[in-house]
């Protein structure tokens, strides 16, 4: 890396960064909230995803009004996937629309960057779920499974630990509860403007896919949006055959666009957008966005986002938070509203290793409180304040 390099990558390290990726957080799990508040049965899945662009767009504009360089926005456009749906279902207008129903598992995706620092959420819920009734069965398997799964992850993902572990005690988490991750699903390392950063924890990899896949360490200053998804079935995703709405440009391609309609839409998309995620939903004319996108991602200028499903009849579930790994330790600045009380499983987690795991607190503060303690109990049994606690004082 030249040293101009290094100046223009912007980390954790710096507060201003920190503050940016705080704001866009503070907005994300707002306009999750807003959506998860509205799923309720006879909601359109349309409806729910424009809710959330909506929110965001809304949001953003209010901050940092003056640097009028500043760009901000959504980072990964709301995306609805329900019951089998694995990911990416963000229909426009004009395709089939889904209502939702009693008892559906419904997976709420997106994300806000502020400055192309990105911070993205993702919860799963089963629509009409309440204490008095709670969901049983295997919606309730797979929803603890995922959930335990990120919890896992937030205590893994720190300084110094491998990605080969998080990948480990998924594996292990989602075969207690009679669960498979979906099959060579990655967690992205962030960077400013980048979604897909070059470190990744892969879930559930094939031999293949891991003999592939590059071991890492996780470092200081670094930050991952970690994304975690798990089926009650064989856990392989496949193409619905759905329309693809989400696209985000691919920087590394170059191409010369023949259509008028391509170059109209490649321009205001580069315009609005730029390298961040977004959907055809947010065009105007949807049918000119639809026709434009064909050449565009015919010739790779756009990568797509496929929906993707499992086999009708199974259930996923989705968590996915974003983590700053903070010279005081990592600090989780996204999350859904989740109630564990509303979902009864008859399994849980087997392993030894990762029930204490699991049990440790994952709060910066309750770990400091537990070395205040003790400190304490090794002054009440030598005398001797330790050597931390005589620093303190001589501050």
């Excluded at 071991?215 to 055959?241: C, I, M, N, P, Q």
């Amino acid at each position: 890396m030249s040293g101009d390099d290094e100046q223009q990558e912007q980390t954790i390290a710096d507060d201003v960064v920190v503050t940016k990726y705080k704001m866009g957080a503070d907005i994300a799990n707002k306009a999750l909230q807003a959506v998860v508040e509205a799923a309720k049965p006879g909601v359109s899945v349309v409806s729910l995803c424009e809710k959330g662009d909506a929110l965001i767009a809304t949001e953003t504009s209010k901050v940092f009004r003056k640097e009028k360089d500043i760009k901000k926005g959504i980072a990964f456009p709301t995306c609805v996937s329900v019951n089998n749906y694995v990911c990416h279902f963000s229909p426009l207008k004009s395709d089939p629309d889904y209502t939702l129903q009693e008892g559906d598992l419904v997976k709420i995706d997106l994300g806000v960057h502020v400055d192309g620092f990105i911070s993205n959420v993702a919860h799963s819920l089963v629509v009409g779920a309440t204490k008095e009734a709670p969901v049983t069965g295997r919606k309730a398997d797979v929803i603890k499974a995922a959930y335990l799964c990120a919890e896992a992850a937030l205590r893994l993902v720190k300084p110094g630990n491998q990605n080969t572990q998080v990948t480990e005690a998924w594996n292990k988490i989602t075969q207690s509860f009679k669960c498979t991750a979906i099959e060579g699903m990655l967690s992205h390392q962030l960077k400013q403007h980048v979604i897909d950063g070059e470190k990744t924890i892969i879930q559930n990899p094939t031999e293949q896919q891991r003999k592939d896949h590059e071991k890492a360490e996780f470092e200081v200053h670094e930050v991952y949006a970690v994304d975690v998804l798990v089926s009650t079935g064989e856990g392989k995703a496949r193409d619905s055959g759905q329309r693809t709405t989400v696209y985000k440009r691919d920087p590394s391609k170059q191409y010369g666009l023949k259509m008028k309609t391509s170059r109209v839409f490649f321009s205001e998309m580069e315009k609005r957008f730029d390298v961040m995620p977004f959907t055809l939903r947010a065009f105007e004319d949807e049918s000119k966005a639809r026709l434009g996108v064909v050449e565009c991602a015919k010739h790779e200028l756009l990568q797509p986002f496929n929906v993707l499903h499992e086999k009708e009849g199974e259930y996923v579930a989705q968590f996915k938070f974003t983590v700053l790994l903070m010279a005081s330790g990592p600090l989780r600045i996204t999350s859904g509203p989740f109630e564990p009380e509303l979902y009864k499983s008859e399994h849980e987690v087997q392993d030894p290793e990762l029930k204490v795991l699991l049990q440790s607190s994952a709060s910066r503060k309750a770990q400091k409180k537990k070395k205040k303690k003790a400190s304490k109990t090794v002054e009440n049994a030598t005398g001797q304040p330790t050597e931390e606690e005589e620093n303190e004082t001589a501050k």
